[in-house]
């Protein structure tokens, strides 16, 4: 049977994430960089069995029963709280969505904003979960360089320029702190021009925000867009993957009633609503302070290992190669001489090495470049982030003296 024919248009515009599909080649003697995953040691499962056990003694009867789209009052009213400590600002829980992950939001987001042909605007390189969610629904994807300040508001402010007579920009999607892939953290100063240059050209703002809460440079990150949105342009999105759990697949938006209500109404039919039971979960998590009292060890455990891969890189990298040195996120940005091709090496990589990394290329909304991989530090073991850095050292080392 050939299914194909059956088949609709926009499944010619889904493709396979790199990161998911790379997940299905490692075996047992592999050391991945590849995946995104935090270390299980930050899981707070006890705390997380604990406050299971009461929600079912308690209120099983609303815990498993189907809920409203938007989420658990509950929770909604814990976010509010939680996000105002961090100075966002949202008038009550109903500028609150929660989602399924983070992931959904972005769906979400393409599904109620992106006509065909659309613009949008992303950093390159930006992550690639969400070029895969936006492409889904044809825009036109327009990556804007990033330096160590994070993205070029300067060539971000002429690009809007040109395609002001062109068509309809709809929004810029940017990771601010620890992005991913880069690891970088966007400066007080950019944030700040990119609100006025969103304002100037009247774009909307999509800031995605995983990692913020987990930033483990000195002091505090700089302030959330969000925090610093007086015209509701500002969509935010976080999740509880990275500040306590990604198995729970709990993720929330912040942004203007109106928005939210565009979001409800997509929402309802793709899922109707978010696991009720996980929602009840993360509110007592909030409530109890338990995610509170967590961070600071999540912080520790991820600024130990991104020290230790710096270490190892410096160690074991031949010259040629560059990287970043992240203050949050969860992941370092590789730069190797441009007559690598990271695509092609990761055959070598894994199969001759035992070692795995996502190649750089799909992060870029263009694919232009082939000379970056990007590094998880967060989930493989201190000795194998050691053994691993190796290894790639080597595969690097093998790679650009093979006969061709
Ligand atoms: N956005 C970014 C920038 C991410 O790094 C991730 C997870 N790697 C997500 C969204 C999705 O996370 P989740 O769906 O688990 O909330
Ligand atoms: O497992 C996933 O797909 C989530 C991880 C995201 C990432 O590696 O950036």
Redesign the pocket.
């Known amino acids: 049977m050939n299914i194909g024919r059956f088949l609709a248009e926009r499944t010619r515009l889904m493709r396979a994430s790199e990161i998911r599909e790379l997940l299905k080649w490692i075996t047992e003697n592999v050391i991945s960089f590849g995946g ?1 995953m935090p270390d299980p040691s930050s899981f707070p499962a006890k705390e997380i069995m604990e406050v299971t056990r009461e929600i079912l003694s308690t209120k099983a009867d609303k815990a498993l029963q189907y809920g409203t789209t938007n989420g658990v009052a509950e929770l909604r009213e814990e976010l509010v709280r939680f996000m105002g400590k961090v100075g966002i600002k949202v008038e009550g829980p109903e500028d609150v969505l929660i989602t399924v ?4 939001a ?1 769906d979400i987001i393409g599904r109620v904003f992106i006509n065909p042909g659309d613009y949008i605007i992303t950093e390159s390189p930006t ?1 690639l ?2 070029l895969q969610a936006f492409r889904i629904y044809g825009p036109r994807i327009i990556g804007i360089p990033m330096d160590e300040e994070g993205m070029r508001v300067d060539v971000l402010e002429d690009t809007l320029r040109k395609l002001s007579n062109e068509g309809r920009v709809k929004f810029i999607y940017v ?1 601010p702190t620890g992005q ?1 892939p880069t690891g970088i953290t966007m400066s007080m100063e950019r944030r700040r021009a990119l609100l006025d240059i969103a304002s100037k050209y009247d774009v909307l703002i999509v800031e ?1 925000d ?2 913020g809460y987990i930033y483990f440079g000195d002091g505090e990150p700089p302030s959330r867009l969000k925090a610093m949105d007086s015209e509701g342009r500002v969509i935010y ?1 976080s ?1 509880f ?1 990275k500040i306590a759990a ?1 198995g729970l ?1 709990l ?1 929330w938006v912040a942004a203007s009633r109106e928005v939210i209500r565009w979001f409800e109404l997509a929402k309802q039919s793709i899922d109707l609503h978010t696991s009720t039971l996980n929602q009840y979960i993360a509110a007592e998590l909030l409530r109890r302070g338990i995610i509170e009292r967590n961070i600071p060890r999540i912080k520790e455990i991820y600024r130990t290992k991104r020290d230790l891969m710096l270490q190892a890189l410096s160690q074991y990298m031949p010259e040629g190669v560059s990287w970043t040195k992240p203050s949050a996120g969860m992941f370092i940005w590789l730069t190797v001489p441009e007559n690598i091709d990271t695509g092609e090496m990761l055959e070598i990589a894994i199969k001759k090495y035992g070692v795995a990394y996502v190649p750089g290329k799909s992060f870029y909304p263009n694919e232009e470049k082939r000379n970056n991989m990007r590094l998880n530090f967060t989930y493989p073991t201190p000795q194998e982030i050691f053994e691993g850095i190796r290894r790639l050292a080597l595969a690097i080392r093998d790679y650009v003296q093979r006969p061709r």
């Open positions: 995104g992950g983070s992931q959904e972005l992550y979960a969400a990771i991913n995605d995983p990692y999105l999740t993957s990604p697949r993720g």
